[in-house]
């Protein structure tokens, strides 16, 4: 795979998001797949580098979105991210029409990052830009509080306490880049995701609360009004990502949209046979959708 260019796309005024492009030899008719990660990840988590080799290697490009504040990126942007920050992906896909001339593009997310893509393309709805072609998302939190609570289950805790652990130490970090913005006293007494999406992302991201933001962010509010190709890969035994029946009816009920749902594959982790490739299932069955739908 060739090495990556790093760019830097303002999506708010003064606010950056780090990108990895991988370009082809001849970028503009590609189809260019623009990947989010998921809760604390970066451009550097597993499933972005996988979908990037296989991706490049079938002729695309590639471009590796760090959601503002990952990847080493604080310092960049004083605010936080969070689930529902569609419009970071649309800057983006904005700045590479504009500034790059691409033809075409997909938006691929896991996780919060496949509710953001999901967000986005419903949000898009038939007005989307023309070049706009296709999305994917491996298991997506559309039903955020649903998946908040979920995760809180005793069976979940070793999850949870990781994320809560990641997410207060970027808040402090927060806090070194740019003093007397954050009160860290918030952090105390946090014993689960909602506590910290109700104490610091609601309190610092416009939300009146956990419950207000998990109602706002949700894909779920507008999956069905998806108007491209898309492709929704989710496992039954997810330890904590959860499908609303009234969200699972919605998605059935678009025609544009395909949901394979799988015995296994827990969260993000579908594994196949080494059939000429790695065994990562769901990043090459990403690129196949892709390709079949460019």
């Known amino acids: 795979m060739a090495k990556s260019e790093e760019r830097l796309i303002e999506v708010e005024p003064g606010i950056h998001v780090l990108c990895h492009c991988h370009w082809q030899t001849d970028p503009r008719p590609a189809l260019t797949v623009i990947v989010v990660h998921g ?12 979908v ?52 075409r593009f997909a938006l691929c997310g896991f996780s919060m990052g496949g509710n ?21 998302a491996v298991c997506p939190a559309m039903d955020l ?14 999850y949870e306490q990781y994320f809560l652990w990641k997410l207060k130490a970027r808040m402090r970090n927060k806090a070194r880049c740019f003093p007397g913005r954050y009160d ?3 952090l105390r007494g946090l014993k689960s995701l909602r506590d910290f999406d109700d104490k610091v992302t609601a309190f610092y991201c416009g939300f009146n609360g956990a419950s207000d933001y998990y109602a706002r962010a949700a894909a ?26 009234e969200t699972r009816r919605k998605v059935e009920a678009n025609p544009n949209i395909e949901f394979v749902e799988t015995e296994d594959g827990g969260h993000c982790s579908f594994l196949g046979e080494r059939n000429g490739y790695d065994g990562h299932y769901a990043e090459r069955r990403i690129v196949d959708f892709f390709a079949s739908v460019a």
């Open 39 to 50: 809760l604390e990840g970066s451009t550097e988590s597993k499933y972005m580098l996988g």
């Open 220 to 245: 779920a509010n507008v999956v069905d009004k998806i108007a491209i190709p898309t492709y929704i890969l989710y496992a039954r035994n997810d330890p904590f990502i959860r499908v609303l029946p």
């Open 116 to 136: 953001i893509v999901l967000k986005t393309a419903g949000e898009w709805g038939a007005k989307g830009p023309r070049e706009f072609c296709a999305v994917a």
């Open 184 to 186: 860290l006293s918030r």
């Open 52 to 103: 990037a080799e296989k991706g490049f290697a079938t002729g695309m490009n590639v471009v590796r979105m760090n959601q503002r504040t990952c990847g080493g990126t604080d310092h960049l942007a004083p605010t936080l991210y969070h689930s529902g920050r569609s419009g970071d992906v649309m800057a983006v896909a904005k700045a590479l029409i504009e500034n790059d001339g691409i033809s």
């Open 145 to 158: 509080a649903s998946s908040a609570d979920t995760l809180h289950r005793t069976v979940n805790r070793l």
